[in-house]
């Protein structure tokens, strides 16, 4: 079994993966976001793409774009707690966050 099939044997929800929708990740202390994309919502968590190397336990602020682009619903804003963090190997890393709160 491959690091991905174990994440996802504890995934509690089914996740609906997005093909990687626009995201911010907001780090507590940083003045600006990182740049991310998400690549599966589900209702406990998703999976998000970014520059950005969180430490395991850390609490961010995510804001996620509409699927339908800026005439579509708004945003999704939630308080995430990082899961789990591991490398592409191209200068991003995957992140996994579960959703603790949505804000908006």
């Given amino acids: 079994m491959d690091r991905n099939d174990a994440a996802t044997e504890r995934r509690r929800n089914r996740r ?13 202390g940083e003045v600006r976001p990182f740049a991310a994309r ?24 995510v804001e996620v774009a509409s699927p339908g682009g800026p005439q579509g619903i ?8 990082v899961r789990r963090c591991h490398p592409m190997g191209d200068g991003a890393y995957a992140m996994g966050v579960e959703i603790v709160e949505v804000i908006g």
């Fill in 16 to 28: 609906v993966p997005l093909g990687g929708i626009e995201a911010s990740v907001h780090v507590p």
């Fill in 38 to 61: 998400c690549t599966d919502l589900g209702v406990g968590g998703m999976t998000l793409i970014s520059a950005y190397v969180p430490r395991e336990g850390e609490q961010l602020r």
């Fill in 74 to 81: 708004a945003p999704l804003h939630v308080r995430a707690c």
